[in-house]
């Protein structure tokens, strides 16, 4: 039995980025042996064990076919005959298929490292057109490696446009895309991470909303605005939604899978922007308005959230309506209901004197 060190560990250490987690394969070796040493088997479906000491991840060498279409349809079969090379063979881009004995030897039957000095993402075999997941990732990792120069190689883009040609990202489960987008908003270059997925078709699959070039360059500006005041996911996906009409961004964030917090700020971005655009002067009942719909007195730090958004939708011109906004909340948000209830206010009235004395307080601004 021979251990590997395989995919993104071999690939960032030839880069010289930090190496997060390692990933091994092991070879002419069979579950039972495995478990004998101590390792506790993890995979369900491949024979995957953890290390008893240092919980890495050590998979027995496989090979995987397609059957049916998708990402679930595939046939796992690992033996001791499974060479690393086979192994690597099943891998998406050539640098991730890249290993490294324990005596430091690095396997390459690819080509990864030249793909690493040429700086190109280039897939490893025709059969990266199985899994339709792939042309995410591959989008993900072109969006990480730009500022290094990586691009992806124009024979695997002509591929993922063909496998879109196919029909192919309508197998993709909204939960995986999800998980690919909000891994990708956090990624170097965002950005990047859609230019990959227009330029070979598939954005008019996923988020087509997004196809137009205008709301495409509206988006992702926003998008390269929130990413650099390092926004949360919530904020870059509003970003990212936010040329969009409400209704079509809440419905687009439903189908995508997006979790609540990330639905909630793209629906109430998108909801508040045009109010806030035709806004022409300082008026206490609309900034109050917009305070209620945003939900600022129960959700302050969201309302923090939603400003950096907001801030990143909306055109330089018109920051300024964002200090209305700001102000008006400060102002009101000082207004204490104990206070009032103390004067004797109860039940609705109660509720309307809160409101009256918000709006005294934000007209006197
Ligand atoms: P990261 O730094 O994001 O963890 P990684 O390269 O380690 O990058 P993982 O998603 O952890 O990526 O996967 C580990 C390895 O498994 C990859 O390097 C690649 O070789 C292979 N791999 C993962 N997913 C796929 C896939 N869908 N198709 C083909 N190969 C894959
Ligand atoms: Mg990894």
């Known amino acids: 039995m021979k251990t590997y060190l395989v995919g993104g560990a071999v690939r960032d250490e030839l880069l010289g980025l930090p190496v997060k987690d390692r990933d091994w394969v092991v070879t002419g070796a069979t579950p039972d042996e495995m478990l004998k040493r101590g390792f506790k ?68 039957p690819f080509g990864g490292r030249e793909d690493i000095r040429t700086r190109s993402l280039r897939h490893v075999s025709e059969a990266f057109s199985e899994d339709p997941l792939r042309i995410l990732r591959t989008a993900r990792f072109a969006a990480r490696l730009q500022p290094l120069g990586f691009t992806v190689a124009e024979s695997t883009m002509a591929l993922m446009r063909q496998m879109v040609a196919e029909g192919e990202v309508g197998y993709l489960v909204p939960e995986r895309v999800w998980q690919e987008i909000q891994r990708a908003l956090h990624e170097n270059d965002p950005g990047t991470f859609f230019d990959v997925l227009r330029e070979c078709g598939a954005l008019k699959h996923i988020i087509p909303e997004l196809v137009p070039d205008e709301s495409y360059s509206a988006a992702l500006s926003a998008l390269r605005c929130v990413h650099s005041i390092d926004g949360d996911t919530s904020a870059r996906f509003a970003a990212l939604m936010s040329p969009l009409a409400s209704d079509d961004a809440s419905n687009r964030a439903v189908q995508l899978k997006a979790p609540n917090d990330c639905q909630d700020l793209a629906r109430l971005t998108t909801g508040l922007l045009p109010k806030i655009r035709s806004m022409t002067c300082h008026h206490p009942e609309t900034l109050l308005g917009l305070l209620d719909e945003a939900d600022v007195w129960r959700r302050a730090d969201r309302f923090l959230v939603l400003m950096g958004a907001l801030r990143c939708a909306l055109p330089d011109t018109e920051q300024s309506k964002l200090e209305w906004l700001e102000s008006a909340q400060r102002a009101a948000a000082g207004v204490e209901a104990k206070e009032l209830m103390q004067q004797g206010f109860k039940g609705k009235e109660l509720g309307l004197a809160i409101r009256n004395e918000r709006l005294r307080r934000i007209s006197e601004l």
């Open 41 to 108: 088997q993890v995979g369900a479906d491949f024979p995957v064990f953890l290390h008893p000491d240092t919980r890495e991840e050590y998979a027995l060498a496989r090979t995987e076919r397609k059957q049916g279409r998708g990402y679930h349809g595939f046939s796992v079969y690992s033996a001791p005959d499974v060479t690393l090379e086979d192994d690597l063979r099943r891998r998406d881009l050539t640098i991730n298929a890249m290993a490294k004995s324990a005596a430091g030897e690095l396997v390459d």
